[in-house]
């Protein structure tokens, strides 16, 4: 489904499944005013020469084509050991940290497998319209995600070709798009020379956030020349020019239609099943009525953001964090955050990474206050969480504050 930008140009609208691309998601704020000068592709290759504009209106406006493939993604993030929480086992948690495969497969409509495999095991999610399952063999579950027959209609209107899962698996493809639909006024883009990925042809746009203090240095999405999808984004740190902090690419991908039987969705002999029912929300209930200072849509009460774009700060008060490690679903509903793009907006990915709105926790047994505990530090007032592209700052007084911006900024501002 597509809607029409402000230019006219066609973009499409994010699927459901980005919850866990993140920080890789969340740390794309990518097509703006290209303010940068229109750099080409090389003349070295083949490829006809393209600007940045034109490359990212390619993006938007391609149609999500059928595939199959093998994905890497990388996280260098700087962040403790979570190898505790797997076992040997393959889950979400394990994209955190260290190399994952994944292997992927679409219809290009609304059905679609992707399988994160780990030594022993394997997670997978699978989508077919307005349901979902997903399956971890190390406990032998599956989850079957649903939507209440009157909810039906929300869930079509808002585009979304799949109920919200716990535990989804990113693809490059959607990171891509999704990177390439956003819009801000405080990066440069460019096309850098092409490239090869998985042995296609493919352009790069390169994304370079204007801030001197954000914690993203650049953004690179790697775009297939001949079907304009996304093939590898890679995102650097500030502090490291040299190697990527996240990065999630195919190594082999073929554009044919999966046989229908991969797409297909039975739970194994002996495994259990349990049965979520996704509450699909009302429309935004924030007034859309802009505050008399900044001209913006007024923001809930108990959330104040600090800043703008790359440097912008979240804070929320009066979090039940102890309820929230618990997955106390009081806790989880009163966590609503506005939909509000803050730098890169990796505060609200990873929000959504360990919150799940149906109150459940992202993987099946997971420890969430041992992963807690492990992710983060104590500091004078609260506990802080700090990586190479984003920092959380978790205060005693029940306050998040949270930004693509180093570790201090939020110490500062929580006073």
């Given at each position: 489904?597509t809607?029409?930008t402000?230019?006219?140009?066609?973009?499409?609208?994010?699927?459901?499944?980005?919850?866990?691309?993140?920080?890789?998601?969340?740390?794309?704020?990518?097509?703006?005013a290209?303010?940068?000068?229109?750099l080409?592709?090389?003349?070295?290759?083949?490829?006809?020469?393209?600007?940045a504009?034109?490359l990212?209106?390619r993006?938007a406006?391609?149609?999500?084509?059928?595939l199959?493939?093998?994905v890497?993604?990388?996280?260098r993030?700087?962040?403790p050991d979570?190898?505790?929480?797997?076992i040997g086992?393959?889950?979400?948690?394990?994209?955190?940290?260290?190399?994952?495969?994944?292997?992927?497969?679409?219809d290009?409509?609304?059905?679609?497998?992707?399988?994160?495999?780990?030594p022993?095991?394997?997670?997978?999610?699978?989508?077919?319209?307005?349901?979902?399952?997903?399956?971890s063999?190390?406990?032998?579950?599956?989850?079957h995600?649903?939507?209440a027959?009157e909810d039906?209609?929300?869930?079509?209107?808002a585009?979304?070709?799949?109920?919200?899962?716990a535990g989804?698996?990113?693809?490059?493809?959607?990171?891509?798009?999704?990177?390439?639909?956003?819009?801000e006024e405080?990066a440069?883009?460019?096309?850098d020379?092409?490239?090869?990925?998985?042995?296609?042809?493919?352009y790069?746009?390169v994304?370079?956030p204007?801030s001197s203090?954000?914690?993203?240095?650049?953004?690179?999405?790697?775009?297939?020349?001949q079907?304009?999808?996304?093939?590898?984004?890679?995102v650097?740190?500030?502090?490291?020019?040299?190697?990527?902090?996240?990065?999630?690419?195919?190594t082999d991908?073929?554009?044919?239609?999966?046989?229908d039987?991969?797409?297909a969705?039975?739970?194994?002999?002996g495994?259990?099943?349990?049965d979520?029912v996704?509450?699909?929300?009302e429309?935004?209930?924030v007034?859309?009525?802009?505050d008399?200072t900044?001209?913006e849509p007024?923001?809930?009460?108990?959330?104040?953001?600090?800043?703008s774009g790359?440097?912008?700060?979240?804070?929320?008060?009066?979090v039940?964090?102890?309820?929230?490690?618990?997955?106390?679903?009081?806790?989880?509903?009163?966590m609503?955050?506005p939909?509000?793009?803050?730098?890169s907006?990796?505060?609200?990915?990873?929000?959504?990474e360990?919150?799940?709105?149906?109150?459940t926790?992202?993987?099946?047994?997971?420890d969430?206050?041992a992963?807690y505990?492990?992710?983060?530090?104590?500091?004078?007032?609260?506990?802080l969480?700090?990586?190479?592209?984003?920092?959380?700052?978790?205060?005693?007084?029940?306050r998040?504050?949270?930004?693509?911006?180093?570790?201090?900024?939020?110490?500062?501002l929580?006073?």
């Amino acid at each position: 489904m597509t809607t029409q930008t402000s230019s006219g140009a066609p973009r499409r609208l994010p699927s459901a499944r980005a919850r866990w691309a993140v920080p890789a998601v969340a740390a794309l704020a990518v097509a703006g005013a290209f303010a940068a000068p229109p750099l080409l592709a090389s003349a070295d290759t083949d490829l006809p020469d393209v600007t940045a504009a034109e490359l990212v209106a390619r993006v938007a406006a391609a149609e999500p084509p059928a595939l199959s493939g093998t994905v890497v993604h990388t996280a260098r993030l700087g962040l403790p050991d979570v190898s505790f929480t797997q076992i040997g086992g393959a889950d979400p948690v394990s994209l955190l940290s260290g190399s994952s495969t994944l292997r992927v497969w679409s219809d290009g409509q609304t059905r679609s497998r992707v399988a994160l495999l780990g030594p022993t095991s394997e997670y997978s999610v699978v989508t077919d319209g307005a349901q979902a399952w997903t399956y971890s063999s190390s406990d032998d579950e599956v989850v079957h995600y649903t939507v209440a027959d009157e909810d039906l209609a929300r869930l079509e209107a808002a585009a979304q070709a799949a109920p919200e899962v716990a535990g989804d698996l990113p693809t490059p493809a959607e990171v891509g798009a999704q990177a390439l639909a956003k819009a801000e006024e405080d990066a440069t883009v460019g096309v850098d020379s092409p490239t090869t990925v998985a042995g296609r042809d493919a352009y790069q746009v390169v994304v370079t956030p204007t801030s001197s203090t954000t914690l993203v240095g650049r953004i690179v999405v790697a775009v297939d020349a001949q079907t304009s999808t996304p093939l590898r984004v890679q995102v650097w740190s500030s502090d490291d020019t040299q190697t990527p902090a996240l990065e999630i690419g195919f190594t082999d991908v073929t554009f044919e239609a999966p046989d229908d039987a991969v797409l297909a969705f039975s739970p194994p002999p002996g495994a259990s099943v349990r049965d979520v029912v996704v509450p699909v929300p009302e429309a935004e209930q924030v007034p859309d009525v802009p505050d008399a200072t900044t001209g913006e849509p007024a923001l809930p009460e108990g959330v104040n953001v600090t800043g703008s774009g790359w440097d912008a700060v979240v804070e929320v008060a009066d979090v039940d964090v102890a309820g929230l490690l618990a997955a106390d679903p009081t806790a989880v509903a009163e966590m609503a955050l506005p939909d509000k793009t803050f730098g890169s907006e990796a505060a609200q990915g990873l929000v959504d990474e360990f919150v799940a709105t149906d109150g459940t926790s992202p993987v099946p047994d997971l420890d969430a206050t041992a992963l807690y505990d492990q992710l983060t530090t104590p500091v004078d007032g609260g506990r802080l969480l700090t990586s190479a592209l984003l920092s959380v700052l978790v205060t005693d007084d029940g306050r998040v504050l949270v930004g693509a911006v180093p570790a201090q900024t939020l110490q500062d501002l929580a006073g």
